[in-house]
C-alpha cells in the first residue's frame, strides 16, 4: 500500500498539471490533446483509428512510451521516445509539451519554452498548454508573464482542469508577493476541489502568514485528519495550534509527527523549537 507521503505525492502530480506533468511534472502526452478545446472542436478533431495517419500512428505510440518512462522517472529514455514521436510526425503537438516537461524537470528552461512554445503553435489556444507554459514561467519567477498564461487558460469555457490551473495560479502569486491575490485564486480552487491536499496545504500556510489562524486551521485540520496527512502537514498544524495557544491539540500531531515521520526534516525543526523558520 502506497504511504501517505507517496499518495500525496501522487495528487500533487495530477494537480499541478493540468492533464500532464509535473515538478512535481507527470507527463500524460494524450490526455492534453482536448484539454483545451471546445465540444464542438474536440468532435471535429477527433481522430479514429480507421482514419489516424500511419505517421502519427507511430508517433502516438511512441509517446505512450514516453510517457511511461517519463512516470517512471526513466527521464532520459522518456526524451530519446519524444525524438523518435517526433521524427515520425514533426506536427505532434502533445509531443512538443511532454517535451516541454522533460526539460522542465532537467531545469533546461530555454529547451522546455522552446518545446511548449512550438505545441502551442500547433495547437493555439490549448488550456492545458497554456497551463504548462505558465508554470514553465513561474518557476523562472517571470511572475506577470506566468499569470497571463493561467487567465488565457482560465478564459476558456470548455476547460475542465480549471481547480489545477488556479491552484497554480496561486502558488506563484504567493511566488510574487501577491498573498491576497494568492488567497483569491486557492479559495477558487478548493471550492472546484475541497479534496485536493496541495491546495488546502497552501492556503493554510498562506492564512497562518497573514495571521488568520481559526481559517488556517480550518484547511489543514481536514487533511491532517485524512489519509493524505504527511511530515509537512503535521508541522504546518503544529505551527498553526501553537499559535492559537491550543497546546493538547499541537502535542497531539508532535505525537503524529514523532511517530510516523521520525527522521523527517519537520521533526527536526521540532526538535530546535524552530517554530518561526
Sequence with gaps: ???????????????????????FFLGLGGCAANGGASAS?????????????????????????????????????????????LAADSSYADAYNLRGLIYLRLNDFAQAEESFRRAQALRPGDSSLLHNFGWLLCQQKKYVEADQQFLRALTNPGYVARSK??????????????????EQSLIKAY???????????????????????????????????SEYANSESLWLGIKVERALGDIVASRQLADQLRKRFPDSREWGAFERGAFNE
Design 1 to 23: 500500500m502506497v504511504g501517505s507521503i507517496g499518495r500525496w505525492q501522487q495528487y500533487c502530480r495530477w494537480t499541478l498539471m493540468a492533464c500532464g506533468a509535473l515538478a
Design 41 to 85: 472542436e474536440s468532435t471535429a478533431d477527433l481522430v479514429t483509428p480507421s482514419d489516424e495517419p500511419d505517421a502519427r500512428r507511430r508517433a502516438r505510440i511512441r509517446l505512450e512510451l514516453a510517457s511511461n518512462y517519463f512516470e517512471m522517472g526513466q527521464t532520459a529514455v522518456a526524451l530519446d521516445e519524444v525524438k523518435q514521436s
Design 165 to 182: 490551473t488556479l491552484m497554480a495560479r496561486g502558488l506563484c502569486q504567493v511566488g510574487a508577493g501577491q498573498y491576497a491575490e494568492a
Design 191 to 225: 471550492e472546484l476541489d475541497a479534496a485536493n491536499p496541495v491546495v488546502g496545504y497552501h492556503l493554510s500556510a498562506l492564512l497562518l502568514r497573514r495571521n488568520e489562524l481559526s481559517r488556517a486551521q480550518f484547511y489543514i485540520r481536514r487533511i491532517n485528519n
